[in-house]
């Protein structure tokens, strides 16, 4: 990623010497053309800067299609995945609600109330569960925490917020950061669900005066060390088959690439994966 970072970079900088060029010889072309001077030949300008302008475009080209295809194709498939769920999640919720309202209106109607109480009971449990992951400032994000949680849930695993950081001065645009949480979580899902119960999971945001720190941890199964060493190489997987050994790669590449850090720990206890992003004001 460095590498490509790097041949765009010079890309780039061909690109401005090449505009420099045009606008000096076109400064020329009409110096010498008002002088109405023998010493340049208007025609030979002329052909240079047709040449110049054309490798430039080339290069513009090349500019636009690593950025756009080459990176943007992956982010953009991505994010379309990301907002697919979120649309099914928020679906989800909103027919489960009404269907929640209609039993609680009946059941007033028959002036059954101690029935509507204790229906209701887990019902606001679960609304205050979900309103946990509205706290920051980011939709993408509250929405990516509203659709994990109801992952957690089907695969029976008690998943627990605790929202202490806004994001509001986060240094990475949403989709990425949600890439990054979002694999995270995935993963210590996929780890759970090798557990026969007793499936628990930790997502913390917190922040302080330069950072905002995320750690997301579950009590699955520990992490040996030399899985550790190699879990966010490009490539490596512990899923079989299933796993395409890129999730935690893209993970640290986008942190890195935002100037921060991630670690992973894992012991008896529990398996904890900890983000540090410097704050952008």
């Known amino acids: 990623m460095k590498k490509q970072s790097y041949n765009i970079s010079k890309i780039v900088l061909i690109s401005i010497v090449l505009n420099f060029i045009q606008v000096i010889f076109i400064t020329l072309f009409i110096y010498y053309k008002n002088k109405n001077s023998y010493i340049v030949d208007g025609n030979f300008i002329i052909y240079v800067i047709a040449v110049s302008i054309g490798i430039n475009s ?52 028959l002036e059954e109330y101690d029935e509507a109480r204790n229906y209701i009971e887990p019902v606001y449990k679960d609304i205050v569960r979900v309103s946990k992951a509205l706290k920051t400032s980011k939709p993408a994000v509250n929405a990516l925490l509203q659709a994990k949680l109801q992952m957690a849930e089907k695969n029976e695993i008690d998943m627990e917020l605790e929202i202490k950081s806004d994001l509001k001065h986060l240094n990475v645009e949403p989709w990425e950061f949600c890439r990054v949480i979002g694999n995270i979580i995935d993963n210590g899902i996929f780890a759970l669900k090798l557990k026969p119960d007793n499936r628990y999971m930790l997502v913390e945001f917190m922040e302080d005066l330069e950072n905002i720190k ?15 060493d190699k879990i966010f ?36 206890n529990s398996t904890c994966f900890e983000v540090t992003l410097p704050k952008k004001y």
């Open 58 to 109: 080339i290069i513009t080209g090349i500019i636009f299609y690593n950025l756009l295809f080459k990176k943007g194709s992956t982010n953009l498939i991505d994010t379309i995945k990301y907002l697919e769920g979120f649309n099914k999640t928020l679906r989800a919720q909103r027919h489960d609600y009404l269907n929640h309202i209609q039993v609680i209106y009946s059941l007033m109607e």
């Open 214 to 228: 995320i750690n997301i941890s579950n009590n699955g199964d520990v992490i040996s060390k030399e899985i550790i």
């Open 233 to 268: 190489d490009e490539g490596f997987t512990t899923k079989g088959i299933k796993g395409e050994g890129l999730g935690l790669s893209i993970v640290k590449e986008i942190v890195e690439n935002s100037s921060g850090k991630v670690n992973v720990k894992s012991d008896e």
